[in-house]
């Protein structure tokens, strides 16, 4: 037996020869031009629950049930465990891999020599039959590098999976309440109307007013209940929005409770500003960033697994277990053992191995571009959503001052118009304002929050609220 303990102390002086690995060792970029990459990414621990901030129950039962049964969040959460199980076959081949055999063979006239003619031989064999590819020139450990790389990017896709569901599910939360807002809206437009039409039509009756007074507010009237029908769209086209991110087939999907069916009169609003602390670093919370970044790391650790292919490549096989004929017993005179290092290199092939290498660092430049092209298009995205979201803040503002101020203007002009001291066209225009700056109103609130929404995505959910 000392053949096998010479083998093992072979094979163990042949692996402390496999501490090179050629190609770039990867460096995470530390800037991108004057903007500093130092912090790696952080999934937040606000990204799940901000929306409690709101205080509105539906809302936070519709975002965690869309983080259970939505099928998109399955589908990341299941590519981290492939990924995960890549490099663990990755990382495992630079361990030696072995099989344990059993076999019988018969075979007649073995050999062209006469004396063997109609002689049949017979055999078994059983033991273990053992391969190792030695990692000369890093070519596995490159490639375990490339899987770990890309077992962390499908990590950070499934954390930013989650973030995309909340903010879908939020904004077609919001779309759904903006619409219903839109509704209720108009209803109470049409009430105002028709108590405008009442009044010109006991006016018309005592002949104060003309056929052509109340056909123009007819007119006014039927415009509104024209528009209704979009709202109504609207609120279906959100329902079946959110039906479909909650997995759940049309009409399952329930929003109000029996103390407030449709009666909501406002969308989420948030009671207290978006802190945003200076000096933080929010760029190592979005995902896409980091995903970037992972994918870098593994397009260069793909260089040296193209250029470990210019040098020879080294392989041990081996044998050892028992070999016997038949009616021998498996002892110690049946033992066998068996070893084949074999050495092979692309020596006419080179070529091709410099064109993968340098498509591999082709693929590499590509990476860096997408990564640094991330980064500005992430700081855009944020300082833009804060503008955006501050803008409409004050549009909403100053369109709660013009309702007001066309609800005075309303009410004045009815009673001028009532007491015959006023015209009808004042008042008439005086309605279509209000008509106008509610619904705009209502606008503007959906919008409000639809940025907000846009606030949580772009800061990758590491905002808070103080």
């Given at each position: 037996?000392?053949?096998?303990?010479?083998?093992?102390?072979?094979?163990?002086?042949?692996?402390?020869?496999?501490?090179?690995?050629?190609?770039?060792?990867?460096?995470?970029?530390?800037?991108?031009?004057?903007?500093?990459?130092?912090?790696?990414?952080?999934?937040?621990?606000?990204?799940?629950?901000?929306?409690?901030?709101?205080?509105?129950?539906?809302?936070?039962?519709?975002?965690?049930?869309?983080?259970?049964?939505?099928?998109?969040?399955?589908?990341?959460?299941?590519?981290?465990?492939?990924?995960?199980?890549?490099?663990?076959?990755?990382?495992?081949?630079?361990?030696?891999?072995?099989?344990?055999?059993?076999?019988?063979?018969?075979?007649?006239?073995?050999?062209?020599?006469?004396?063997?003619?109609?002689?049949?031989?017979?055999?078994?064999?059983?033991?273990?039959?053992?391969?190792?590819?030695?990692?000369?020139?890093?070519?596995?450990?490159?490639?375990?590098?490339?899987?770990?790389?890309?077992?962390?990017?499908?990590?950070?896709?499934?954390?930013?999976?989650?973030?995309?569901?909340?903010?879908?599910?939020?904004?077609?939360?919001?779309?759904?309440?903006?619409?219903?807002?839109?509704?209720?809206v108009a209803q109470q437009n049409l009430g105002n109307l028709e108590q405008s039409r009442a009044i010109v039509l006991a006016r018309l009756d005592a002949g104060m007013a003309s056929?052509?007074?109340?056909?123009?507010?007819?007119?006014?009237?039927?415009?509104?209940?024209?528009?209704?029908?979009?709202?109504?769209?609207?609120?279906?086209?959100?329902?079946?929005?959110?039906?479909?991110?909650?997995?759940?087939?049309?009409?399952?999907?329930?929003?109000?409770?029996?103390?407030?069916?449709?009666?909501?009169?406002?969308?989420?609003?948030?009671?207290?500003?978006?802190?945003?602390?200076?000096?933080?670093?929010?760029?190592?919370?979005?995902?896409?960033?980091?995903?970037?970044?992972?994918?870098?790391?593994?397009?260069?650790?793909?260089?040296?697994?193209?250029?470990?292919?210019?040098?020879?490549?080294?392989?041990?096989?081996?044998?050892?277990?028992?070999?016997?004929?038949?009616?021998?017993?498996?002892?110690?005179?049946?033992?066998?053992?068996?070893?084949?290092?074999?050495?092979?290199?692309?020596?006419?092939?080179?070529?091709?191995?410099?064109?993968?290498?340098?498509?591999?660092?082709?693929?590499?430049?590509?990476?860096?571009?997408?990564?640094?092209?991330?980064?500005?298009?992430?700081?855009?995205?944020?300082?833009?959503?804060?503008?955006?979201?501050?803008?409409?803040?004050?549009?909403?503002?100053?369109?709660?001052?013009?309702?007001?101020?066309?609800?005075?203007?309303?009410?004045?002009?009815?009673?001028?118009?009532?007491?015959?001291?006023?015209?009808?066209?004042?008042?008439?225009?005086?309605?279509?304002?209000?008509?106008?700056?509610?619904?705009?109103?209502?606008?503007?609130?959906?919008?409000?929050?639809?940025?907000?929404?846009?606030?949580?995505?772009?800061?990758?959910?590491?905002?808070?609220?103080?």
């Amino acid at each position: 037996m000392k053949a096998p303990i010479k083998l093992a102390a072979l094979v163990l002086m042949i692996g402390t020869l496999t501490a090179c690995a050629v190609g770039p060792d990867y460096q995470a970029p530390e800037k991108v031009k004057d903007v500093p990459f130092s912090s790696p990414y952080q999934h937040s621990n606000l990204a799940l629950n901000w929306w409690q901030a709101f205080d509105d129950d539906v809302l936070n039962q519709l975002i965690d049930k869309a983080l259970v049964e939505n099928r998109t969040i399955t589908q990341a959460r299941a590519n981290v465990g492939r990924a995960y199980m890549d490099f663990r076959d990755a990382d495992n081949n630079g361990l030696p891999t072995g099989t344990m055999d059993s076999a019988y063979q018969a075979y007649e006239n073995s050999t062209p020599d006469p004396s063997d003619d109609d002689t049949v031989t017979r055999g078994y064999n059983t033991g273990i039959s053992l391969s190792w590819d030695i990692d000369l020139f890093g070519k596995i450990q490159r490639a375990s590098e490339a899987a770990q790389a890309n077992v962390q990017q499908a990590d950070i896709l499934w954390h930013d999976a989650q973030l995309q569901i909340i903010s879908q599910v939020a904004i077609s939360y919001g779309d759904y309440r903006g619409a219903q807002l839109r509704l209720q809206v108009a209803q109470q437009n049409l009430g105002n109307l028709e108590q405008s039409r009442a009044i010109v039509l006991a006016r018309l009756d005592a002949g104060m007013a003309s056929e052509l007074e109340l056909a123009r507010m007819d007119a006014q009237l039927y415009e509104v209940k024209a528009n209704m029908p979009a709202y109504q769209s609207q609120l279906q086209t959100a329902d079946a929005t959110l039906s479909s991110l909650l997995a759940q087939r049309p009409g399952q999907l329930t929003l109000e409770d029996s103390e407030n069916s449709f009666q909501l009169k406002q969308l989420p609003q948030l009671q207290k500003p978006v802190a945003i602390v200076e000096g933080e670093n929010y760029l190592r919370y979005r995902a896409d960033v980091a995903g970037s970044e992972r994918a870098l790391a593994a397009s260069t650790a793909q260089i040296g697994v193209a250029t470990a292919d210019l040098y020879p490549s080294l392989s041990i096989g081996g044998f050892l277990g028992f070999l016997s004929a038949p009616g021998f017993s498996l002892n110690s005179g049946s033992q066998s053992w068996s070893v084949a290092p074999t050495l092979s290199w692309n020596a006419a092939d080179l070529g091709s191995v410099r064109a993968r290498i340098n498509s591999a660092k082709a693929s590499s430049r590509m990476a860096l571009a997408d990564f640094e092209q991330s980064v500005f298009t992430a700081l855009n995205e944020m300082s833009l959503s804060l503008k955006n979201y501050n803008l409409s803040r004050q549009q909403e503002l100053m369109t709660a001052q013009q309702r007001e101020a066309s609800q005075k203007a309303v009410r004045i002009a009815r009673q001028r118009y009532n007491a015959g001291s006023g015209e009808f066209l004042d008042l008439l225009d005086a309605e279509r304002e209000l008509l106008r700056s509610r619904d705009q109103q209502a606008q503007l609130e959906q919008q409000t929050f639809t940025r907000l929404v846009g606030i949580y995505k772009a800061f990758g959910g590491g905002i808070n609220v103080l």
